[in-house]
Every structure is written in structure tokens, then in C-alpha cells.
């Protein structure tokens, strides 16, 4: 078949058909020495298809290649689920990112409460870790598991809602310290994996509740933000979170406390 029928039949321009002939994705039957006329087999037209569908699905060229050259089996099908598995975390991230362009259209009409409270210490099993922002999604889903390991095997007697604790330089330098912790009646011992007994200080919080995915949470974080500035009464330490329905970090409705460092003069 002439390149040109061969784009017929496969809807690739003669221009792709070259370039998966250069990187060696696609090659013809025959190249006329005399004037470079690429010619294909009408068996080829089924590897282009596949190929088209592929890169529909913007599959890398080096990734087809691989998938091509691979065995039907196991192996194959591992590099084309581990391909479906980036595309669901990137579809994810357009969602979320949709929802927040929508709030950001429409914001909520309803005001937040905010109330200022004081926490004492509080004995707590921590996990603790100076983390990369862009780490922050995949961290927080481990050392959660593992916490929640401990509370399935009876290490961990909780007696309050699961928490979470973030350093300001997590966002300002985007590395900085993360922290999730369950509280517990007194200091455990002899822990295993990452997770260590702590006394959590006291701590003066301005707190408001975000109900919802997190797609809207920056609303929250925008609120008190804006609160605690025009009070003058922010402080230095972490941002708390309390997870008090569901856990942070999907696309699930869930309630969580957020709660601003303040001066204690206030």
C-alpha cells in the first residue's frame, strides 16, 4: 500500500506516519531507495490502529513502543493498567481543579463560624516527617495506613478524631515538616514503624469547619486567614486539622475542623 492509501485507511497523516517511522514505532514494509516512498502491508493497518488508540489515550511514544514490543500476558497488560493509572490520578486533578474554579465562581453565601479555643495537651501517637509539598498527597495516605494499622491491631486505643499537623514552610518553601497523629489516653511504647508516642503542647486555635470535598477547603483556609489578619492574632506554629467524618485528601464529602494558630494575649 502507498503511504498515501495507508493514511486512508488508518486516518494518520503522512506526517505522523514519518514520524513513528523515525522513532522506530511504526515502520514501513518498504522505503523506495530512489525517492524515499514509504509503502506499508495492509497486515499493518491493525498496529496502526492500536497505535492510534494509544496515543488518543496521549500515551507516550516510548510507552507504545514498549507495549508493542511486549508479549500478550501479564506484562503487557501491567504497562498499559499502570498508563490507565495516570490518566485516573489526572483526571482527578481536572476535577478537583474544576470544582475550585467553580467555587471560586460561586463562592458560599453562608459564613463561616469561627470560634477561638484553647487546647491542652494532649498525649498523642505521631507520625512525623519533613516531607516535599509535592509529596504531601502520596505521604498523607501511607502514614494514615499505617495509623490506622495500629488502631485495627488494638496498639492504639484512640480517644478522639485523627489530626493532622502542617509546618508553615510546607507551603511557603514547599518542604517543611507533616504530621498526623491519633490521641490516646496516655504515651504508648514501643511502637512499631514510623510512628513515635508524643505530648502535643497546648495550643490557642482559631477554628472553623469545612464540610465538603477538597476541592472547597480553600475557602476555609481563605476565611481564617483573612480573620486572624484583621485581628492581628496570628502566631507562629502548625495549621491543625481534625478529621471529624471521613479523612482529607478524596473526593468524598467529609467534615474537618481547621484550626489557625493565634496568640494566646488575644
Known amino acids: ?48 490502529q492500536v497505535i492510534r488508540s494509544f496515543r488518543a489515550m496521549d500515551m507516550p511514544v516510548g510507552l507504545i513502543r514498549d507495549i508493542l514490543s511486549t508479549p500478550s500476558g501479564p506484562g503487557r497488560d501491567q504497562l498499559i493498567e499502570g498508563h490507565l493509572a495516570r490518566m485516573e490520578l489526572r483526571l482527578e486533578a481536572t476535577r478537583s481543579a474544576v470544582a475550585s474554579l467553580r467555587s471560586m465562581l460561586d463562592p458560599s453565601t453562608i459564613p463561616f463560624e469561627i470560634r477561638l479555643r484553647s ?22 495516605t501511607q502514614a494514615m495506613e499505617e495509623l490506622e494499622f495500629l488502631v485495627a491491631t488494638a ?26 497523629f491519633i490521641p490516646t489516653h496516655s504515651l504508648e511504647t514501643a511502637l512499631p514503624g514510623r510512628a513515635r508516642a508524643e505530648l ?7 477554628v472553623a469547619t469545612h464540610r465538603g470535598t477538597d476541592d ?3 475557602e476555609v483556609y481563605g476565611e481564617l486567614g483573612r480573620h486572624v489578619a484583621r485581628r492581628g492574632i496570628s502566631a507562629e506554629g502548625p495549621i491543625r486539622e481534625t478529621y471529624l467524618h471521613g479523612l482529607a ?7 474537618t475542623e481547621i484550626g489557625w494558630p493565634i496568640r494566646s494575649d488575644r
Open 155 to 180: 496498639s492504639v486505643r484512640p480517644t478522639g478524631p485523627r489530626g493532622g499537623l502542617w509546618d508553615t514552610e510546607l507551603f511557603l518553601n514547599e518542604r517543611g515538616g507533616a504530621a498526623l
Open 119 to 140: 487546647l491542652p495537651p494532649i498525649n498523642a501517637v505521631v507520625i512525623r516527617e519533613t516531607i516535599d509539598l509535592s509529596e504531601l498527597g502520596s505521604w498523607y
Open 249 to 255: 485528601g478524596g473526593s468524598q464529602e467529609t467534615v
Open 216 to 218: 472547597t477547603v480553600l
Open 1 to 48: 500500500m502507498s503511504i498515501g492509501d495507508f493514511s486512508r485507511a488508518t486516518k494518520l497523516s503522512a506526517k505522523t506516519l514519518r514520524f513513528y517511522h523515525q522513532v522506530g514505532l511504526l515502520l514501513p514494509a518498504r522505503v523506495e531507495p530512489s525517492n524515499g516512498y514509504r509503502f506499508y502491508e495492509a497486515e499493518q493497518i491493525s498496529d496502526a
Open 200 to 206: 502535643l503542647p497546648a495550643v490557642d486555635l482559631a
